[in-house]
């Protein structure tokens, strides 16, 4: 299940147009109650919102504001495990509301980085605030850095790289293809991008590896 609580709702509009409160983020942190949008068959959403801006405002306000997602979740496990194997949250690049409730709850969290100096140094900040978190949210939340939109011919990507390589939670890179912009998956039956899969299959296969080393701990 993929939820959307980035107020650009780019994730959600990959999709399609959703504008009914029942189906989005505002009405789970509010009302404590949301329906998933059945995308296919092995992919459900809760879609984002326009008015998440305001949201967070309203947040704001509220007491333990920090847990409201993670109480959600609580009241849904049962349900949760039983329909899902994986619960992906969409967040801001920030620090705001969304993103710590999304954060505390999280085994881990992954920081996406282009070639960029500015990119580099945000990832570098989603380090430090995590670790802060753990510490006194007593979360366990695990970071892992990703290179995205790299091409091994330019400069810039092959820096970011560089950088990135110096960090034990870097664990590899998604190539900058055109395929991946397009709204057909690589994964289906339709694609011919052989190489962009089995690059994304690598990659997920890490991630998978770091949650399995997350579940022994």
């Known amino acids: 299940m993929l939820l959307d609580f980035d107020d650009s709702v780019n994730l959600t509009h990959r999709y399609g147009q959703y504008p009914v409160m029942a189906n989005n983020v505002i009405n789970l942190f509010e009302k404590g109650e949301v329906s998933p949008i059945k995308i296919s068959d092995n992919l459900d959403l809760i879609a984002g919102h326009k008015d998440v801006a305001l949201l967070k405002q309203r947040l704001n306000e ?25 619960v992906i949250v969409d967040t801001e690049n920030d620090e705001d509301i969304l993103t710590l409730n999304a954060l505390l709850v999280s085994d881990i969290v992954v920081g996406v980085g282009e070639p960029s100096k500015d990119s ?5 900040s989603l380090q430090h605030f995590v670790k802060v978190l753990n510490e006194e949210f007593k979360a366990t939340a695990q970071l892992v ?35 991946l912009a397009n709204e057909t998956s690589v994964f289906s039956n339709d694609s011919h991008n052989k190489l962009v899969r089995k690059q994304l ?3 997920f296969d890490k991630l998978c590896d770091v949650a399995r080393n997350q579940e022994v701990l």
Do not use: C, Q
């Open 120 to 124: 580099f140094l945000a990832l570098l």
């Open 145 to 179: 850095m990703v290179g995205n939109k790299i091409n091994l011919s330019e400069n810039n990507s092959k820096e970011l790289l560089e950088d990135l390589s110096n960090y034990p939670e870097y664990i590899g890179y998604m190539p900058e293809r055109t395929a």
């Open 62 to 86: 509220r007491r333990r504001r920090e847990y409201i997602f993670g109480n959600w979740l609580a009241n849904h496990e049962a349900e949760l495990i039983a329909s899902y194997d994986y």
């Open 201 to 203: 299959t690598n990659l």
